[in-house]
């Protein structure tokens, strides 16, 4: 069983910095952060493969966020630099315990509003 309990968000102004916070714990492969915004669909921010530490991002955030991991203590950082009214929403963790990175468990999200 895996939980996810993410923390960080907040109010900032564009051009702000923020960073969230993900503990997981349990066993997985991958775990990564989704974002959604008021009446848009869930959409991927990126993964960090907890093995190795390999990440990857949406085109939108490459440059600005950053994905880091501690094995030790089981949290996943997420850094976000140069924030941007659009990336407003409530930011999710969530993990994949297979391969395919079908993330398969959800924390319950947190909010993250920058303002112009």
């Known amino acids: 069983q895996v939980q996810l309990v993410e923390s960080g968000g907040g109010l900032v102004q564009a051009g702000d910095s923020l960073r969230v916070s993900c503990q997981a714990s349990?066993?997985?492969?991958?775990v990564g952060w989704f974002r959604q915004a008021p009446g848009k669909e869930r959409e991927f921010v990126g993964w960090?493969?907890?093995?190795?530490?390999?990440?990857n991002y949406t085109d939108s955030v490459k440059g600005r966020f950053k994905i880091s991991r501690d094995i030790a203590s089981r949290t996943m950082w997420m850094q976000m630099n140069s924030l941007k009214p659009e990336d407003t929403a409530v930011y999710y963790c969530?993990?994949?315990?297979?391969?395919?990175?079908?993330?398969?468990?959800w924390g319950r999200g947190t909010q993250v509003t920058v303002s112009s």
């Open positions: 969530a993990a994949s315990t297979n391969w395919d990175l079908s993330f398969d468990y």
């Open positions: 349990g066993r997985y492969y991958t």
């Open positions: 960090i493969r907890w093995r190795d530490g390999t990440t």
